[in-house]
């Protein structure tokens, strides 16, 4: 079997690592391509060097623009390296646009695609990312889930059972992995933080950074937060932007964007994390950290029911006080079933068996 795996964007790279790894341990030829959405050396090169995620072997290079430019610009490099390779089957994941992009050539050439994260569902249709999880679950010819919610939803969507297989989260094989090697790492006396004793800030939803009024309103909410305990932000290219205009006082720490290790040091050292990141939102909860969601909606409900996570939206008053909640109590650790580091086993064996 051959298959051909797409990376595009900084979340993909630590979901595919281990999927790779797996496929090639069992002899799976793997022909990695990466469309090259994220580019810069900290929101892609380090994941590769850190995550031991080897060099692609074909790029893209097709980079930032408007949705239509960015997803058409995929489509149509895509296209002729898939018809070169011969390739069985073409593995996306996530939710970004470089995923739909390449769900899309490869089904219409006639090439099985498999879909990592499949069945997760935010009912937002304002996210970009919605659509592309709907277009790619409904295009994908092996869904692999993450979580029951997952399946359920791919079920009431009419996508034959058959094709669904409950294999558990990639990306905590990823987190298990390395939680040693990030907790050595020497970035929180570099920033001057101790264990326990600082909050880690992640934004950049276009709904909640685009529109300076929201920015402003939730950083008005971060700064109270930050009063009470300091807070270390590693802003996002999309974000840093447009931060400048905003005086966010001296309790909160912008750097800019971090590789996977310190990501993972920042959470697990934290007394509290608020963010608007979808894998953040898994990670917080297997690492039993408190996370404050900066959204009215997630397509990660399980992180709520089974984990330390909490949908605060935008209002400045309920972040607070939710903030201040948790900054007092604490919360319960629990982790989601398959959740365990065996995700990419299983889906060797999904991939195998079909
Ligand atoms: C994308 C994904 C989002 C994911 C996020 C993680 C889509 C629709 N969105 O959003 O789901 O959570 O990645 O980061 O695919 N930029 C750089 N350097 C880079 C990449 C981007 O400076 O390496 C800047 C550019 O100004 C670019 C902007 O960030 O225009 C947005 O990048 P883009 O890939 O369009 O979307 P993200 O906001 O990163």
């Not at 690592?17 to 959405?37: D, F, T």
Request: charged share 20%; hydrophobic share 45%.
């Amino acid at each position: 079997m051959k298959v051909c795996a797409v990376a595009a964007a900084r979340p993909n790279f630590m979901k595919l690592a281990p999927v790779v790894a797996a496929l090639e341990a069992a002899r799976v030829e793997v022909v990695l391509v990466h469309s090259g959405q994220h580019y810069d050396p900290m929101m892609s090169d380090v994941f590769f060097e850190e995550l031991a995620l080897r060099e692609p072997d074909h790029h893209l290079g097709v980079g930032s623009g408007t949705h239509a430019g960015q997803t058409a610009g995929v489509m149509v490099a895509f296209e002729p390296l898939l018809d070169a390779l011969d390739a069985d089957v073409v593995m996306v994941v996530g939710d970004v646009n470089s995923t739909v992009a390449c769900a899309l050539v490869a089904a219409k050439a006639g090439v099985a695609v498999a879909h990592v994260e499949a069945g997760l569902r935010s009912r937002d249709w304002s996210m970009p990312e919605e659509i592309n999880r709907v277009v790619v679950d409904r295009i994908s010819d092996v869904l692999l889930a993450p979580s029951p919610d997952g399946v359920e939803n791919l079920l009431a969507e009419g996508r034959p059972s058959e094709s669904i297989h409950l294999v558990g989260n990639v990306m905590i094989d990823t987190l298990l992995t390395n939680l040693d090697r990030a907790r050595a790492r020497p970035v929180l006396g570099d920033l001057g933080l101790t264990e326990g004793g600082y909050g880690f800030v992640t934004m950049h939803r276009p709904a909640n950074v685009d529109d300076p009024w929201v920015l402003r309103t939730v950083a008005e909410a971060l700064v109270r937060v930050a009063r009470e305990c300091p807070l270390v932000f590693p802003a996002h290219p999309r974000t840093a932007q447009k931060l400048d205009a905003l005086d966010l006082g001296p309790d909160i720490t912008v750097t800019g964007p971090v590789g996977y290790l310190d990501s993972l040091a920042l959470q697990a050292g934290a007394r509290i994390v608020l963010t608007d990141s979808g894998g953040i939102q898994e990670e917080t909860t297997v690492l039993g950290v408190p996370c404050l969601t900066l959204r009215d909606n997630t397509e990660r409900p399980i992180t709520i029911a089974e984990g330390t996570n909490q949908l605060v939206g935008r209002d400045p008053e309920r972040i607070v006080k939710a903030a201040r909640a948790v900054l007092h109590d604490g919360v319960e650790t629990r982790r989601p079933a398959l959740w365990d580091g065996h995700a990419s086993e299983r889906i060797v064996a999904a991939l195998l068996g079909r």
